[in-house]
């Protein structure tokens, strides 16, 4: 059976993921810089919501994903308090400055998500396995740190490009990982994705624009990505969900 995970960037997406049937999220916030860190209370939101599977994206900063001493002692803590609010994931990824997995940060951040916890935290590498120098060597060190999950685009811009390296992925690991397809996801081409990968999970955002409330308005000033509608947030739809679920229950 091939799995799900939604990715939620605010409360509201959470509850249309719920909504739609999803039982497995990634958590996070700042979509629009890659995914960073949520807060606490969004952490304790989502846990309240009944979802069943809650993984937080643990990244302390947009931009490389080569981190000094102090981001990583930060995200060894944001671990930990994700993992005391209940969240049953982390999402993790580090690499060194020539391109490998960064074995030693990881092990950080997964010892602090496993250790004393008394509960079986999912960790899943997120797509730094991407920018990465070798995808074969690279996923054989993140099985060996075990990782339960690799999320990757299959080194490219989008999924669907990255099918080749994708497949070859999922036939390297043989089962002993899961590999989860994501970038560009969507039930236009989620099935042609699987089918020709044999990926275990795909990862999907799932968003479509969401119309503001707001009635005065003063669309001249920009307040993030200039050029971006902020009256018509992106948001995920319990719709797409439930297609993207239809999908996969008939492969």
């Known amino acids: 059976m ?6 939620c960037g605010d409360l509201a997406s959470v509850m249309a993921a719920r909504e739609g049937g999803a039982t497995r999220i990634e958590l996070c916030s700042g979509l629009a810089e890659g995914g ?31 981190y000094s001493d102090s981001e990583i002692c930060l ?3 944001d671990i930990r308090q994700a993992v005391a609010s209940g969240s049953t994931g982390i999402v993790i990824g580090a690499l060194t ?22 509960r079986n935290i999912n960790v899943t590498f997120h797509r730094a396995f991407d920018l990465s120098r ?24 989008a999924a669907v490009k990255g099918i080749p390296v ?38 999907a955002t799932a968003r479509k624009p969401q119309a503001s409330r707001m009635r005065f308005r003063r669309p001249a000033v920009p307040m ?13 739809s319990p719709d797409i969900v439930k297609n993207l679920l239809t999908i996969i229950h008939n492969q």
């Open 75 to 77: 995200m060894e803590e």
């Open 224 to 236: 993030g990505v200039p050029g971006a509608d902020e009256y018509a947030p992106l948001s995920t």
């Open 97 to 118: 400055p020539d391109g490998e997995i960064d074995t030693k940060a990881c092990r950080r951040m997964i010892a602090a998500a496993r250790d004393n916890s008394g």
């Open 36 to 66: 960073l860190t949520p807060s606490a209370a969004l952490i304790r939101s989502a846990v309240a919501s009944g979802i069943e599977r809650v993984n937080v994206l643990i990244r302390a900063r947009s931009g490389d994903f080569l």
């Open 166 to 203: 994708l497949r070859q992925l999922a036939e390297r690991a043989d089962h002993r990982i899961t590999v989860m397809a994501g970038a560009g996801i969507n039930p236009d081409n989620a099935a042609d994705i699987i089918a020709a990968t044999g990926v275990g999970a795909i990862h």
């Open 134 to 157: 070798d995808p074969l060597e690279s996923l054989e060190k993140i099985m060996e740190l075990g990782c339960d999950c690799l999320l990757t685009s299959g080194m490219a811009s």
């Open 2 to 7: 091939i799995d799900l995970e939604i990715c």
